[in-house]
């Protein structure tokens, strides 16, 4: 297994973003995105992002190449769900199958209470069983299931709704 390094992302990282995140498009197992977005499209999305509240980290290799990124982003705008967030991994084809998406998803685990985050989502696609299969290693439980909510390419597929608690709620302590 290779060794990444996490870093808080830059803005001259964002075309390294988008390019990985297009690369996923095609399979239709990880985006409901059906065609590339643009960089310019995604400059309010990077810049939503916080490193001390939710963060959009890139993980690059020993040659300084990212490798793959996770986004930390608001589950929902209301402010009654601030302590959760929803995850988006997204790693480079060629960094698959290396423990990289391990890594990531236990350095965002391990960085939720910092970021005074008590629960994680993700949202997957029901046929995308390395990723269902990777957070259900984390203890992430299956929260939802939105039966054929999407459709990609004519086929109809599941949203599942993982979820974690990742630190202790004031009624639980």
């Known amino acids: 297994m290779a060794n990444f390094t996490k870093r808080d992302a830059t803005i001259e990282d964002l075309p390294r973003i988008v390019e990985i ?3 996923t498009i095609p399979s239709r197992m990880v985006t409901a995105d059906l065609y590339p977005v643009t960089i310019d ?14 963060p959009l980290w890139v993980f690059t290799n020993e040659l300084g190449e990212i490798a793959g990124w996770l986004s930390f982003e608001n589950f929902h705008p209301r402010a009654a769900y601030q302590k959760t ?8 084809e060629k960094f698959r ?12 685990i391990a960085a939720a209470p910092a970021l005074q985050i008590e629960n994680l989502v993700g949202r997957i ?10 957070f259900s290693t984390f203890g992430f439980e299956r929260w939802g299931h939105l ?3 999407a459709e990609l390419d004519g086929v109809k597929r599941d949203l599942i709704i993982m979820g974690k608690h990742v630190s202790k709620t004031k009624a639980e302590e």
């Open 97 to 108: 199958g290396r423990g990289l998406g391990k890594t990531i998803l236990a350095e965002a």
């Open 85 to 92: 967030a929803e995850l988006s991994i997204y790693l480079d």
């Open 21 to 23: 995140y297009n690369s």
């Open 41 to 54: 499209s995604r400059v309010d999305w990077f810049s939503q992002h916080h490193p001390s509240t939710r």
């Open 147 to 149: 039966p054929q909510v």
């Open 125 to 134: 696609f029901g046929h995308n069983i390395p990723s269902l299969k990777l």
